[in-house]
Structure formats: structure tokens, C-alpha cells
């Protein structure tokens, strides 16, 4: 079945990269990438996988860093309600009620697993499962709305972020993380051509990662949305390195941090080498 594009409806696109026999593939029209695997729109094996136990000291250690430089910059000082959207274990939300009582921080998470460690293992009482389309949230009502690393599983997104929209306060902020794909493309390609392609390896995360973005693309979703003034920010890294425990690895991340900062400053914020985007948007 021919896919269409999220963006522009174009039918006609190009593989740019082909993972394990899952081609992923770039609009010929306006260059949003998908990939062209089939996944449910509310898919909830990311946390259920019953024989997985949860890395704490990733979800929880290595975040605390990344998630206290988003607090400094957007909560800090304030007051108000914020949303987490796919809150997983609920860390997040957690290090906001722990260090700024002066807001509300609410959760919402598909998979009721994640929910039972976040209520029973976090003691948060504001962590909810299901979809939060069906939260009736009241409209106008919230500050801030943030979503880590979960823009790029929703094979149909604008429901989900036109829904969001109502019920932001007018002005208030969308924040989303996601990889940046022109980085994980050139980080891919080169894996591939340093070490052959390998089965089961997650180059570009192909059945989970269903829509790949860039600063462009993203900009051009959230303004289809209901949202405008696109700011991108370099926010610090994840502590650790994902399957790996070298301090070399985790030193080279932190380096390559400050370089992709200090160049995205000095391009006054076009060229973003980061691995990740990081950016809020207003609701119009």
C-alpha cells in the first residue's frame, strides 16, 4: 500500500536509507522522512515487554541532568500546570513535583505498566494511563506540555497535537524532543559503512520511529497544528551512552554537546549537528 505523506499528502518519495529490509523513505516534495513499516497509531509494546526490567539508572540517573536544564529554563521561578505526555516511568514528572511545588505536573502514558511503576515505585499520584485525547483535561488550562522522545512513535500525529492545543492556555508552550534525523542518518550511514549493516541492530529505530524529523519539518507540523514561533535550544545530554559503559563514550558525548552548542550559537541557531531537536512552539 502506498504511504502518504503526513506533511503534504505527496504519494511520491525516495528511500534514503533501508534497515533490515524496512525502507525508510523522504517525501519528493517537501523532504519529511517516514519510515515506511506499518506501526499502530497507539502502539504500547514500548513498555510491556514482560521480560525487560527497567534500567533505572538510565530513566532515571542519566535524565536528571537534561531534565534539570529544561526546569531552569522554563519552570524555574514560575508557576503553573504542566503536562507530560508519554511520561513513561515518570521521572520527569517526578523531578518537577520534587523540586517546584509551585506547579502541578500531570502524566499521561499509554502503557498501564509504566503507569503501575510510576504510582507505586515513584509514589506519584498524578500519573495516568490511557490516551490522553481522552483525558478531559479542562481547554485553556494548561502552561506548559511536553513531549520526550515521543513525536517520532505516532504514525498520525496532528490529532494528537491539535488536542493539545486545546487545552493550552492561549500562549502557552508545546515543548518537544526528538532525534534529529540528519544527524542519525549520517550516524547510521556511517555504522553501516565502518561495520556492514547487521541484523537486529537499530539503526534509525525503523518499526519505532515512524516519523523522522528536522528543524524544517517539525516547524512545518506544529505550524499545521494550531502552533507558531518555532525556538530550537542545545539542552544537555542524557548522562550515559545507550548499550554502552565506557566513561570514554560518555566524555565523547559531552564534548560533542558543547561543540554542536557553540556552532549552533555561532549560526544563530541554523545549523543544528546536535543528535537531538529539542523545541518549543506557542500556541497561536
Known sequence: MTQECILC???????VFVENGIAIVKCSY????????????????????????????????AHRDIYDDFISRFIAGKKGQILDVGCGLGFFVKRISETNPNWKAIGY???????????????????????????????????????????EHIPKPHSLLQYLNSILKPGGILFMQTPNFPFQLWKARLKVLIKGMK????????????????????A????????????????KPIMSVAGSKSKLG???????YYLSKWVFQLSFGHWNISNTLFVTMVKK
Open 9 to 15: 499528502g505527496c504519494q511520491d518519495s525516495q528511500p
Open 220 to 235: 512545518e507540523l506544529g505550524s499545521q497544528c494550531g502552533y507558531y514561533q518555532p525556538k530550537y535550544y542545545i539542552l
Open 250 to 256: 560518555l566524555y565523547a558525548k559531552v564534548l560533542y
Open 199 to 218: 541484523p537486529g541492530v537499530h539503526y534509525l529505530e525503523a518499526k519505532d520511529h515512524v516519523n523522522n524529523y528536522k528543524m524544517k519539518t517539525l
Open 109 to 151: 502514558e499509554i502503557s498501564e505498566k509504566a503507569v503501575q511503576f510510576a504510582k507505586e515505585k515513584n509514589n506519584l499520584k498524578n500519573v495516568h494511563s490511557g490516551v490522553v485525547q481522552a483525558s478531559k483535561i479542562d481547554p485553556n488550562s494548561l502552561d506548559i506540555i511536553t513531549l520526550w522522545d515521543v513525536i
Open 30 to 61: 517537501c523532504d519529511h522522512v517516514y519510515s515506511s513499516y506499518q506501526q499502530d497509531e497507539h502502539y504500547e509494546g514500548y513498555w510491556d515487554d514482560p521480560e525487560e526490567e527497567f534500567d533505572l539508572k538510565w530513566w532515571d540517573e
